[in-house]
Each structure stands twice: as structure tokens, then as C-alpha cells.
């Protein structure tokens, strides 16, 4: 994911429970559902079930965190998930 120096700006002017509305964001328009679920502080994680992609968010974790890990789940599926946004 790249980010132009306008939206650099953008996102350092964030707090964080924007960040995670952003985030939330990209992963719906890259084809995820996100589901928000305490698990305990094991961490948020996704899974595919008949061609749907879920996210399941750690509700138990601080919003900080939640915002980190769909940023490392859209790193890690980006090279499994069609390169195009979904509308």
C-alpha cells in the first residue's frame, strides 16, 4: 500500500480511533467483513470461508493495536487477494 505525501499528512494528523476507521476502511474495499470479537487478547486474525474473506478484529485489544493488525493482514494477503478494489 502506498501513500502519497498529501495522504502522509493526513494520516499523521490521526488519532487513533480514526486510524482504525480508516483502516476498517481499506480492508472492506480490498473485500473483507469485519467482525469485532473479544478474543482475549489473542489478536486479531482473518479467515476465508466459501470465497468470503472475514477479519475478525480482538475487541479486548486497544484500538491502536486493532489498527496495527489490519495492517499487517492486508500486507500479508496482498499478494492472495485480487489486486483491484472492490467499489
Known amino acids: 500500500m502506498r501513500t ?3 495522504e502522509a499528512s493526513e494520516i499523521a ?3 487513533v ?6 483502516m476498517t476502511r481499506i480492508a472492506r474495499q480490498f473485500g473483507f467483513e469485519i467482525r469485532g470479537e473479544p478474543l ?3 489478536g486479531s ?3 476465508e470461508i466459501r470465497g468470503r474473506r472475514i477479519l475478525f478484529l480482538d475487541l479486548s485489544q486497544p484500538a491502536a493495536e486493532q489498527a496495527i493488525a489490519i ?3 492486508l500486507d500479508e494477503t496482498a499478494a492472495i487477494r485480487p489486486h483491484s478494489q472492490a467499489a
Open 45 to 47: 486474525t482473518w479467515c
Open 40 to 42: 482475549g487478547g489473542a
Open 4 to 6: 502519497s505525501l498529501k
Open 13 to 15: 494528523d490521526e488519532n
Open 17 to 22: 480511533l480514526q486510524r482504525l476507521q480508516r
Open 71 to 73: 495492517r499487517e493482514i
